[in-house]
């Protein structure tokens, strides 16, 4: 293992105005990621790419051509010494809040990363961790395109279900296609199936406001185990998502 300063390993660049590009297929990144498509590349090869401004966690990788606005340096990496996604890898576990220099906003500078000091093995082990954690970032990857496509599945099902009325009858065919029974309501000011109703949320249940757990009993806060309950933080969290569990 080596102890190196990040100044040995990168190059950091700044950022540039995107205004002036034209609509492309070139990610333009800022700190939280892709802005829009622009027709220019400021980089072409593998890049980490430090937040200047913003979240400090929201480190990022690029392996294809790409232009980064002024809150995102991007960096030329040193490949004979370090492996580039070992080195993101490796700089996303670090906890740079304590090298935050502005006063407000969250900002690094060139000197705040350039002093880290990073503790390397060998490149070749460094490429063999790189490829594993690459095969687990594809596969994340994937399984994101596929919850994507899930969750757009869901809604096209539920729009042809529950908007268009063509839920399976009896028969298993589109009801209102088949010549399902409609009837006006002036409520919702349109047809709907003839078994339907209009009515309210407190007309199937009943809603009780909820409160915090009192803090000055221990036992009412545990991690990992006991009844879980819901914040306004993590609905704000999951919009349109289940509440799976949450201490």
Known sequence: MKLLKLKDLIKIKNGKDHKHLKEGNIPILGSGGIMRFGN????????????????????????????TVDTLYYTEVNTQLCNPFYLYNYLKILNLESLNTGTGVPSMTFDSYY????????????????????????????????NDNLEQIAKTLYDYWFVQFDFPDANGKPYKTSGGKMIWNAELNRDIP????????????????????SKAIDDNFCYGEGTPWITPKDLSNNKGKKIYNTW
């Not at 200047?52 to 294809?64: E, M, T």
């Not at 390397?120 to 994101?144: D, F, G, H, M, Y």
């Open 40 to 67: 220019k590349a400021i980089y072409e090869k593998e890049s980490i790419l430090l937040p200047r401004k913003g979240s400090l966690s929201n480190i990022q990788f690029s392996n294809v051509p790409f232009w």
């Open 115 to 146: 002093n880290l000091v990073i503790n390397l093995p060998s490149l070749a082990i460094q490429n063999t961790v790189s490829a594993i954690l690459w095969n687990i970032e594809r596969k994340i990857q994937l399984n994101n395109k596929i």
């Open 194 to 213: 003839v078994d339907w109703e209009v009515g309210t949320l407190d007309s199937i249940g009943d809603i009780i406001g909820g409160s915090t757990p």
